[in-house]
């Protein structure tokens, strides 16, 4: 007799993907599920028309400019979904203080929580607002423009998950604003991101989670920042422990074709980025605060199972 239970689908049935501490959003179902939201016409790129700088390196990984790109990269819509889900109260309040394009902020209203983005483009933060008109009318996402360090003070709201994901310092670079993060030296950054980040802190009730998508950036040497462990220690220096540090494995893109001349240097090319969990408050207060994942399909929703 062929046993044909497989627990990964119960898994998927119970909490949207099995929690586990690598997510590959490469899997069919992820990008079922991904493209059942872009349905819905989300279009994060858009504010960012003119593109992104990236800063180009050669083989010896020295910089020699930067090149326009024509689109900067979607925030993950099913990774918002799973995060919401799996970490925030039920019609909870939600804090995004490097909100970038649309896609976080439809996803939690969608979803029936509250969101509130901030970011420094006025470009930006319009079409975000069209986007959020158009697809919700009756249920916008709220987002504010300014330097989060400075919008951050006027917020009087206490918040239930703050879910961001920050500039990678110089890595991309998305406006000559002296007050854009992308543009300071990385000592700078280090001390304004620092700044933002306690504020968000101060801002997330007790007994709830922060959640911060990070990755790593090397230097004009190659070697890797400490983005990571800057970003750590943060959150430690604020009293928050990390809880969970989850893989998020990405789509290879164009990373065969570059890998040949990365590898001359030694250097293994990264297709993943790493999701933070840290938790402000008493672990014994998780059961009572978290229901149970809500996994059901909405009505002409993809069932990712």
Known sequence: MVNNYNPNGELRRNFLVPPFSILD????????QKRFWISKGIQSELGRDAGCNVEMTNENWEKYGRKPMPATSIFDPFLCEIVYKWFCTKNGTILDPF????????????????????????????????QGEKILPDNKPTWLIGDSDEVLD?????????????????????????????????????????????????????????????SDIRDKNGFYKGFLEDTVNIFLKNGLKKYNDIILAKPLGTLPIRANNMFRNRKIGKCHENVLVFYKGSVKEIQDNFNEIDSTPKKNEVPWW
């Open 25 to 32: 959003s490469k899997k069919y179902y992820w990008n079922e």
């Open 99 to 130: 909100a970038g394009g649309s896609v976080r902020g439809i996803v939690a209203n969608c979803l029936g929580y509250k969101y509130t983005g901030i970011d420094l483009s006025e470009k930006q933060i319009k079409a975000n607002v069209e």
């Open 154 to 214: 006027t917020l009087t709201d206490a918040y239930d998950l703050v879910f961001t994901c920050p500039p990678y310092h110089d890595l991309e670079v998305y406006s000559e604003d002296e007050n854009d993060l992308s543009n300071l030296d990385y000592d700078l950054f280090i001390k304004k991101y620092e700044s933002i980040l306690t504020k968000s802190i101060d801002k997330l009730k007790p007994n709830r989670f922060f959640v911060i998508v990070v």
